[in-house]
């Protein structure tokens, strides 16, 4: 069965740091990928995504990731995190045939100033 | 160009009631999909209606059910309502065979007493 894990739940990080937020999925073929970013009381809106090709993409507000096909693992980037950064980010699989996401648990980011 | 746009943004019910959220899709948009998210929780799939039709369904007990109409709009209803049915239900629209385009709405955030 397919599944998405976010291992950490909390990620706190200071104004300008570096940032990298953990995704780690099941599925027996390469899915389509995702993250998204929810701000409370939101929906979600698209970071970014990945289907097929380079395996480092690049998103909106400054946001990468990087797909390893080894580790099953699509973890998002950023360089320097900016304090209206802070919010919740899933990933989420979609399988190609399907009509659905999955999505992780979340990760909340706070962010120090 | 409207993105998706659900109605309304919040609602209050008691146990055993019934309940309807409502969702227009972007412009362009023939498929909607509807999910669920309790508090602390990634989206969970509920449904997809594509040509006013069920197309998939997730893992939801038949007390929802739901509803897609010429112009592509949807419902989603929710019979005799428990108190784990508060959540944030987020409707998503995607074009025909677009299961990578997905856009969210800002849900509707429902409170069961």
Redesign the interface.
Known sequence: AQSVTQPDIHITVSEGASLELRCNYSYGATPYLFWYVQSPGQGLQLLLKYFSGDTLVQGIKGFEAEFKRSQSSFNLRKPSVHWSDAAEYFCAVGAPGTYKYIFGTGTRLKVLA | DAG?TQSPTHLIKTRGQQVTLRCSPKSGHD?V?WYQQAL??????IF?Y?EEEE??R?NFPDRFSGHQFPNYSSELNVNALLLGDSALY?CASSPTGG??K??????T?LSVL
């Not at chain 2, 602390?40 to 799939?45: L, R, V």
């Not at chain 2, 997905?102 to 849900?107: E, I, N």
């Open positions: 998706v498929t999909s602390g929780q990634g989206p969970q799939f997809q594509y197309r998939q997730g987020l299961v990578e997905l856009f969210f709405g800002s849900g955030q």
